[in-house]
């Protein structure tokens, strides 16, 4: 399911119009984003949690070359899903 596909559910759901669904879900991802930021992880009882991590600098291999190189420490969003939502999958 893409974004499109996202919008057109909710609106169905909610009986409402594909404009209203779109502004609903850039509203919860934005609140998801902004409470990442600041607070390190958004909990959503029943779905699950997302969460800051930071991945440590490590050894790859260049794909072209097949040499040895080293890629940086990074941040990255993590989902730890409910079990709930393990459950109904």
């Known amino acids: 399911m893409n974004?499109?596909?996202l919008i057109e559910a909710?609106?169905?759901e909610l009986g409402g119009s594909k404009a209203t669904a779109n502004r609903a879900i850039?509203?919860?991802i934005?609140?998801?984003r902004q409470g990442i930021k600041e607070d390190d992880a958004v909990t959503i009882v029943g779905?699950?949690?997302f969460s800051k991590r930071n991945r440590p600098?490590?050894?790859g291999?260049?794909?072209a070359t097949g040499e040895?190189?080293?890629i940086k420490a990074s941040r990255t969003v993590g989902f730890k899903p409910s079990q709930a939502l393990k459950a109904s999958v």
């Open 3 to 5: 974004k499109g596909q």
């Open 68 to 70: 040895p190189m080293t």
């Open 10 to 12: 909710v609106a169905s």
């Open 47 to 49: 779905f699950g949690t």
């Open 26 to 28: 850039d509203a919860v």
């Open 61 to 63: 291999r260049n794909p």
């Open 57 to 59: 600098a490590r050894t």
């Open 30 to 32: 934005k609140s998801i």
